[in-house]
């Protein structure tokens, strides 16, 4: 059977060079752009940039307009979190309901035998264990496993990350090689349809709610102040309160039902462990009993020893080994074992007992 592959191109370097990589690795390659925003007149037209590496390498390239889905899929999902005092990482839901999910489908759709995205991170099938493994990209400060934890052992095995093995540097080289236009386009930091970061402003425009203000309170229930409104804060923030403690205060707890917001200190932030929902495992089928991992509860923070414990077909129970800072619920938590993704979830509860 012929290997075929389709391309998820953003108009990036990073999956303009997992383009060409999969082409040379004698895959017969079609590009395709999911579109996530109806078009507007000043943003930069990322098909059209898309098309142009596409053209360069001689692949034909498709548009797929996602706008609907990924308003439904992320967008409204990502605003309802926030009004239950979550903060979620909107990347994860929309590689398991779009990139990997619906784009997978319309692959097969065209008779591909793959997808390939330019993500950091390494698939490899691992015989011994009869399943498919998803590990860390070489270059660290790169890598992308933490947002993959949610693929299946079936997207996995039907999926190239070709870019796992490399280094920014070294794909910008290639890039340059190749004459792509974007070799040296400038990376984005912040959620793709929130660009200037500022998330209230978001929610507030996208769901047409006003979000009263609330009171500030301590551990104790005692009044402390007058909060913006629940959407203004998350979990550890610092700054933006206007609250004269006499040290460093810290948002500890978001409560939407009463529409307040605990205030406390350092101290007051350390956590024993997590309970996890929506979980996935992939190196194995199952946690037969409780094993020590290392646990990493954030993109840019650093593993931690843990027990972890199944409790559920999509529960983990997770004790660290020494407490640790919390972090905002719906966040994702992301077990491994080396540089293997044992699976991971979506934080429900944090613990500190």
Known sequence: MPKKALIAMSGGVDSSVAAWLTQQAGFDCLGATMQLFPKAADAPDEAAEAQA???????????????????????????????????PNPCISCNRCLKFGRLLAEAQKLGC?????????????????NRWLLKKALDAGKDQSYVLFGLSQQQLAHTLLPLGGLSKAQVRQIAEQQGFANAHKRE???????????????????????????????????????????????????????????????????????????VGFAEDLYISGLRLRESNLIAVPELAEPQYFAV?????????P?????????????????PQRTTGLGQAAVVYAGDVVIGGGLIAQTLTD
């Not at 990493?296 to 931690?304: A, D, I, L, N």
């Open 53 to 87: 590496v596409a053209e360069r390498l001689g692949l034909p390239h498709l548009v797929f307009d996602l706008a609907a889905e990924f308003r439904r899929q992320v967008m409204d999902k990502f605003a309802a979190a926030y009004e239950q005092g979550q903060t």
């Open 113 to 129: 035998t793959h997808i390939a995205t330019g993500h950091y991170a390494r698939i490899e099938y691992d015989e011994g264990r």
């Open 188 to 262: 984005s930091q912040d959620i793709c349809f929130v660009p200037d970061g500022d998330y209230a402003a978001f929610i507030q425009q996208h769901t047409g709610r006003a979000y009263p203000p609330g009171d500030f309170v301590d551990k104790q229930g005692r009044v402390l102040g007058r909060h913006r409104g629940l959407i203004h804060y998350t979990m550890g923030q610092r700054h933006g309160m206007g609250l004269a403690l006499g040290r460093p205060a810290y948002v500890c707890d978001l409560c939407p039902q009463q529409n307040t917001v605990q």
């Open 296 to 304: 990493k509860m954030g993109y840019r923070r650093r593993e931690q």
């Open 306 to 322: 843990a027990l972890v414990q199944q409790t559920g077909p999509e529960e983990l129970l997770i004790r660290f080994v020494r």
